[in-house]
C-alpha cells in the first residue's frame, strides 16, 4: 500500500501515483482569491471505485466560492474544515480523458472521454468517483462539458425533479443570466413551459437568445410590482424577501430557491430558505430548496437534452490554470454571463 493524497486529504489506495508530480491550484486557509496560488504536488491516488481523469477543462461556480472563503460559517460544519480548508485543491466540475480506473470501476477505461464532478478539478489531474462521471457529450468540447455539471443538475432538478415542472406553465427564473440561471431557461423550454427570465441591463440580450419568451430587466422592473404571477418560480440566488417572491406565485405555485448570497456570515442567505420550509405546511403555494444530487443518471439526462440540439451551455470566457484567482476575482464581480472554464 502506498499512502499519498488525494485532494489535499490522505487515503491509501493500492494504485500508486510513483511519486509524479502535477501542477494545481493549492489553497491552505480561507480567505479571499489571493489565498490561491499555483503549486506542485503529488497526483491524485484513486480508490477501487474511483477514476483518475486528465483534466482537459474545470467549470468554476459559485459553491467554489463558498468554499474558498469558508462562508457562511456552517458550511464549515459540513466537514470541509474548521479552521483552514482540509481540500488542498479547490474545483469540481471537470472534462477529461480517463487515464486509470480502480479494481471496481467497470463503466470507464482509459481513454474514455468523461465529465462529471470530480476532487480538486482545478489541476492537470483529479480523481473522481465513478457514479459521478459520465461520457462526454459528442457535441461538446471539453470546456462545454466542464461547464454543465453542478449548474446543470442544479437547474434539471431544480425546475423538473423539486419543482415538478409541466408544459404549459408560467416559469419565473431569478438570476436567469448566471451559471444556473442559464441552464434552467433552456431546460424549461425544452420542457414546454413560457419562461421569464429576470437579469441586469447587460445581460438581457443573452437571455433572450438562449430562449425567454420574456426578460425583466431588474434595474427598470420589479417582477413582484407587475400583474403577472407564475405556477413555478427558480431563484438561483437573488435576495428578493420571501414575501416578494410568494406575492409573483400563483395561489398554488411553486417556490423553489437554490441559492442567495446576502444573509451574512452565518446564514449567508439561508435564511431565506429556512423560512420557506418553515411557512410552506401553512400556506396554499409549495415553497421549498433542495440540494442537488451528484450522480452519472442526471448528467446524462443533461446529454440527452444537448443531443436533441435543446440545451447548450453557455461560457463566456475561459481562464488558463495559472489566471484561476482572476477568474474567481471576475466570478465575485457578478458580472460574468454563463459559466467561466479554467483550462490547465
Not at 491516488?45 to 474558498?68: C, E, F, N
Not at 480502480?102 to 474514455?112: A, C, L, S
Not at 431588474?218 to 406575492?247: C, H, K, M, P, Q
Request: aromatic share 6%; proline share 5%.
Amino acid at each position: 500500500m502506498t499512502a499519498a493524497t488525494t485532494a489535499g486529504n490522505p487515503v491509501t489506495s493500492p494504485r500508486s501515483a510513483s511519486g509524479q508530480k502535477m501542477r494545481a491550484i493549492v489553497q491552505s486557509r480561507y480567505g479571499t482569491a489571493d489565498t490561491l496560488s499555483m503549486g506542485e504536488i503529488a497526483r491524485p491516488v484513486i480508490g477501487a471505485g474511483d477514476v483518475l481523469v486528465q483534466v482537459r477543462a474545470a467549470g468554476l461556480d459559485r459553491g467554489t466560492w463558498h468554499l474558498m472563503t469558508g462562508l457562511p460559517y456552517p458550511v464549515r460544519l459540513m466537514g470541509y474544515g474548521l479552521r483552514a480548508p482540509k481540500t488542498l485543491v479547490p474545483g469540481f466540475d471537470v472534462a477529461g480523458v480517463v487515464v486509470a480506473v480502480g479494481g471496481d470501476v467497470t463503466r470507464f477505461r482509459p481513454g474514455d472521454e468523461v465529465f462529471g464532478i470530480g476532487k480538486g478539478s482545478f489541476a492537470e489531474f483529479t480523481a473522481a468517483p465513478e457514479d459521478k462521471l459520465a461520457r462526454k457529450p459528442s457535441k461538446l468540447t471539453f470546456e462545454q462539458a466542464a461547464a454543465m455539471p453542478i449548474s446543470g443538475l442544479t437547474a434539471l432538478q431544480g425546475l423538473c425533479d423539486v419543482g415538478r415542472l409541466r408544459a404549459g406553465q408560467r416559469v419565473l427564473i431569478i438570476g436567469a443570466s448566471g451559471g444556473v440561471g442559464t441552464y434552467a431557461v433552456q431546460v424549461a423550454k425544452a420542457f414546454g413551459a413560457e419562461v421569464t427570465g429576470v437579469c441586469s441591463t447587460s445581460k438581457v440580450d443573452l437571455v433572450r437568445s438562449i430562449g425567454a419568451d420574456h426578460v425583466l430587466d431588474y434595474t427598470r422592473e420589479d417582477f413582484a410590482a407587475s400583474d403577472s404571477t407564475y405556477d413555478l418560480i427558480l431563484d438561483t440566488g437573488g435576495n428578493a424577501s420571501l414575501a416578494r417572491l410568494r406575492r409573483a406565485l400563483t395561489p398554488t405555485g411553486t417556490l423553489v430557491i437554490t441559492g442567495g448570497e446576502n444573509g451574512g456570515r452565518w446564514l449567508g442567505g439561508f435564511d431565506r430558505q429556512l423560512q420557506a420550509l418553515a411557512l410552506s405546511p401553512f400556506v396554499g403555494q409549495r415553497l421549498t430548496t433542495f440540494a442537488s444530487k451528484e450522480h452519472f443518471s442526471g448528467l446524462e439526462r443533461l446529454t440527452s437534452l444537448v443531443d436533441d440540439g435543446r440545451l447548450v451551455p453557455v461560457i463566456e470566457r475561459t481562464f488558463s490554470l495559472s489566471d484561476m484567482p482572476m477568474a474567481m476575482r471576475h466570478l465575485v464581480s457578478g458580472h460574468a454571463r454563463g459559466k467561466l472554464v479554467i483550462t490547465p
